[in-house]
C-alpha cells in the first residue's frame, strides 16, 4: 500500500444556513446550478439536496458547500471541512516565506544536493588543517548547502508549499 498527501487546492465553499439560503446568497455562490438542488426550510432545520458528481447529496443546516476544481458543488460536513481546510487568507503568503514539503523528486534533489556538499567538504578537510578557519568553512558550506536546497525546493515539481 502507497501513501498520498492530499495537494494544496484552494476552493470557494459557503456554510448553509437558513439566513444565506432565504437571501439568495446560496442560490448567487451555486449560479444556474442552484437549480439543480432541492431543498427543504420547514418544519425544522435546513436540508438541502445538492446533485453532484457521484448522484445527490444531502446537505444539512451547518454543512459546507463546496465548489470542486472542476465547477461542481458538493456537501461537506463540519468536521471534515474544519480538519481539511484553512481560510486561503490565513495562508497567503509570500512564496519566500512558505514552508515546502518536497515531493519524491525533491528528496532525490536534496540528497543529490547533501552529496555534493559532502564530498566538497571532505576534499577540503584533507588540505585544510583543524582550526577556526576550517570551522568557518564547515559553518559556510553547511549554510551554503541549506540555501541551495531551499533553491532547488523553488523549482516546480520539487515541494509543494504550506
Known amino acids: 500500500m502507497a501513501k498520498f498527501t492530499k495537494l494544496p487546492v484552494t476552493i470557494d465553499a459557503i456554510q448553509l ?8 446568497e ?12 432541492s431543498g427543504v426550510t420547514s418544519p425544522g432545520p435546513v436540508v438541502m439536496f445538492i446533485e ?14 463546496i ?16 480538519a ?5 487568507a490565513a495562508l497567503d503568503m509570500r512564496p519566500e516565506f512558505a514552508g515546502h514539503r518536497l515531493t519524491d523528486a525533491g528528496v532525490e534533489a ?10 566538497c567538504l571532505a576534499s577540503l578537510e584533507e588540505h585544510c588543517p583543524p582550526g577556526r ?12 548547502c541549506f540555501f541551495a536546497k531551499k533553491a532547488m525546493a523553488g523549482v516546480d515539481g520539487n515541494s509543494t508549499s504550506f
Open 133 to 144: 578557519h576550517t570551522a568557518i568553512l564547515r559553518t559556510k558550506l553547511e549554510e551554503a
Open 17 to 24: 444556513t437558513a439566513e444565506n439560503l432565504s437571501s439568495g
Open 84 to 88: 481539511t481546510y484553512r481560510s486561503a
Open 67 to 82: 465548489k470542486g476544481i472542476k465547477g461542481e458543488f458538493y456537501p461537506c460536513k463540519p468536521d471534515i471541512f474544519e
Open 110 to 119: 536534496a540528497k543529490a544536493i547533501s552529496s555534493i556538499f559532502n564530498h
Open 26 to 37: 446560496i442560490a448567487s455562490f451555486m449560479g444556474p446550478d442552484f437549480s439543480k438542488t
Open 52 to 65: 453532484t458528481l457521484e448522484g445527490t447529496h444531502r446537505a444539512d443546516e451547518g454543512d459546507w458547500i
